[in-house]
């Protein structure tokens, strides 16, 4: 009975720790025809990443608009709009579906721009925003370069 018992307890620690590898490591990805990764993900999903890049990609805006005017409460205003508390909104069941190293880069930009406007209501340095800009901004380039996303209709 006892070996049943440590038999049993072995498997299901094996198949938790594949399910972990599997929703918190690996996600859903495939190698793309361009070299990069292909997230594999629902059409809504998708969507929700892309509305998601759109946005850093207007806040990026109005961060510069707002550095080059020396308005550096625009500058705070737009880098929090998209900290930490913005990513609240996915769901779990995406988060899953991400690798690691995605979500790593979607956790430290979020991160970054926090630091950003707090550095900018504080500090007031335009220089020093404009150097934490481009650090920023490296993760979106880190990012770009190596995942794609792909809709799919059915994951399996």
Not at 46 to 55: A, G, T, V, W
Request: proline share 3%; glycine share 6%.
């Amino acid at each position: 009975m006892c070996k049943l018992s440590w038999s049993v307890s072995g498997l299901l620690f094996v198949a938790l720790i594949a399910v972990v590898y599997k929703f918190m490591i690996a996600g859903t990805v495939i190698p793309a025809s361009d070299g990069r990764e292909a997230l594999l993900l629902e059409p809504g999903e998708r969507d929700m990443i892309l509305s998601e890049m759109r946005i850093f990609l207007a806040s990026v805006q109005a961060i510069t608009d707002g550095v080059s005017n020396d308005d550096m409460n625009k500058v705070a205003e737009a880098a929090r709009s998209v900290g930490a508390a913005a990513q609240q909104e996915v769901p779990a069941s995406l988060i899953g579906k991400l690798p690691l190293s995605f979500k790593k880069l979607g956790f430290d930009t979020h991160r970054q721009f926090d630091m950003l406007a707090l550095d900018a209501e504080q500090l007031g340095d335009r220089e020093h925003s404009l150097k934490q800009l481009s650090s920023l901004m490296n993760n979106c380039v880190a990012c770009h370069a190596s995942y794609r996303i792909d809709a799919v209709t059915a994951i399996n």
